[in-house]
């Protein structure tokens, strides 16, 4: 009863960002992601009569505490599912360095559903799996599908239609995007935590989810036509929307630093100069920068000299969730 799974991180070009069920993780908006190939986790799952708990390890190191807390209760689903209550061991390497702002926790969840239903015994459609992922992390039910994947937020309280489906496949388009890692990583409010507070907080919040919907129908036209500028637009706007609920929040807050905001406007100097290049931005200081394959070298160049940008990673659209 063991299974290897391989899976991607995701970026979101249109953010999920609050929750309208916090235990089985509804979400207050759909959303859509571009799964990327530089970044993933490989996650084995051994269930065993022998074994007396779960056990959680993570490159090479056994994890205790919130973490292996978050993983066992997320056995838990798949043993329910399956019924059955053997324990399990869960052997994971993170190919996502945490310092590149990308959350570990969207390859790692879709990994460890992967694995774990197959272990198991289970056989699931990728909706189902997708499904059964967003329980573990939001973010993560978009990583069962390479390319982009919209995750649709569903109307059902039980969450049997709040899953992702495909939208293009990786080899659509080679939408390329470089990850700005920032010196300075301070102390931040979790994508939980910050959501939580905008929700119940902030009056920009209904202006957030009015822009859903017309957001959510460009970018996929967007998509279809492979159309750079129109994406990149409503990508970045997007995100400033959604960082924007953050300061009207109470207590206000921001995810952004100083050099946030430097790349943001180099990024901006760039489009100036006739290269097309647009941000983005999660729950973190670290930006994340959309281009084309021609413009790879004066964005990759440009980026690393800003000052206080301590790396620069650089990534391709990536494939869905694979079994090894
Ligand atoms: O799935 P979580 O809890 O890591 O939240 C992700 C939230 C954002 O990264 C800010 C947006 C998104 O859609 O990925």
């Known amino acids: ?90 052997d994971s390497t993170n190919e996502v360095p945490t310092a590149a702002g990308f959350a570990s926790s969207a390859s790692g969840f879709a990994a460890l559903a992967a694995a774990g239903t197959k272990a198991i015994g289970q056989n699931m459609s990728d909706r189902e799996l997708s499904a059964l992922t967003r329980q573990g992390s939001g973010s993560a039910c978009r990583s069962i599908y390479g390319g982009f994947a919209e995750w649709e937020m569903g109307a059902e309280e039980d969450g049997s239609d709040s899953y992702a489906v495909p939208i ?11 990850a700005v890692v920032l010196s300075s990583t301070a102390k931040k409010v979790s994508s939980r935590a910050g959501m939580k507070r905008t929700v119940e907080t902030s009056p920009f919040y209904q202006g957030w989810l009015n822009s859903i919907p017309t957001d959510m129908s460009q970018i996929k036209e967007g998509i279809k036509e492979r159309d750079f500028q129109k994406v990149g637009e409503v990508a970045e706007a997007n995100c400033l929307k959604m960082h924007a609920t953050t300061l009207g929040a109470n207590p206000p807050f921001t995810y952004w630093h100083d050099t946030t905001m430097t790349v943001m406007q180099t990024v901006r100097d760039l489009r100036e100069k006739g290269i097309p290049a647009y941000f983005t931005i999660d729950a973190g200081p670290n930006v994340k920068v959309l281009y084309l394959p021609e413009n790879e070298e004066v964005i990759e160049k440009t980026l690393r000299n800003i000052p206080g940008v301590a790396d620069i990673r650089l990534s391709r659209p990536g494939q869905g969730v694979t079994y090894l």
């Open 1 to 90: 009863m063991k299974a290897t799974a391989k899976a991607h991180t995701n970026i979101a070009l249109i953010k999920y960002w609050g929750k309208r069920n916090e235990s089985i993780i509804l979400p207050t908006n759909s959303s859509l992601s571009l799964t990327l190939d530089g970044f993933y986790t490989t996650t084995s799952v051994h269930f065993s009569e022998e074994y007396t708990q779960d056990k959680f390890i993570l490159n090479e190191r056994v994890v205790e505490g919130e973490q292996y807390r978050r993983v066992s209760e997320f056995l838990d689903l798949i043993r329910q599912q399956a019924g059955k209550s053997l324990y399990a061991k869960v």
């Open 168 to 178: 293009a496949p990786a080899e659509h388009w080679d939408l390329r995007v470089a």
